[in-house]
């Protein structure tokens, strides 16, 4: 059976993509809520593919969707310095604005959080391909909640 890829899902709280590999076959990979990178990891795209009822598995859907669920799992579990954290604090800074006046985020709010979101998944993906070239990092990010 062939698929149509990217499919894009989110497997408990990380975000997950799956590709066609040139030899026809599926290869996944999966957000690293430590590092904020994606790491190959194939062994869940049945389960992700197949599942009908499980709670902990939300899609597919679109990568529009794709983006902001990521950078979502990326502000909430990562920290460090740099310009990509201003601009999550910035994100941040509107949420909190909403919650102290008790009401939603307005369309104007919700339009530059997204804005700002596609902004840090491209800042992120061009630090991978620099990392991935060898050149060295221009952050590091670290984890909000380390491991007890």
Not at 73 to 96: H, K, M, S, V, W
Not at 122 to 142: L, V
Request: aromatic share 12%; hydrophobic share 30%; net charge neutral.
């Amino acid at each position: 059976m062939a698929f149509q890829t990217p499919m894009f899902y989110k497997y408990y709280s990380r975000t997950y993509r799956i590709d066609s590999t040139p030899e026809g076959g599926l290869k996944g990979t999966i957000l690293n809520l430590r590092t904020g990178f994606f790491e190959e990891d194939s062994s869940h795209i049945r389960e992700l593919i197949w599942s009908t009822t499980e709670s902990n598995i939300r899609g597919p859907f679109n990568e529009e969707k794709f983006v902001r669920e990521t950078e979502v799992e990326r502000n909430q579990y990562l920290t460090g310095d740099g310009p990509i954290f201003a601009l999550y604090d910035t994100i941040r800074g509107i949420d909190d604005l909403a919650v102290r006046e008790g009401r939603s985020r307005t369309p104007q709010e919700v339009a530059l959080i997204h804005a700002l979101q596609k902004r840090t998944f491209k800042m992120w993906e061009d630090e991978a391909a620099r990392r991935a070239a060898g050149e060295a990092p221009t952050f590091e990010a670290k984890p909000r909640y380390p491991r007890q």
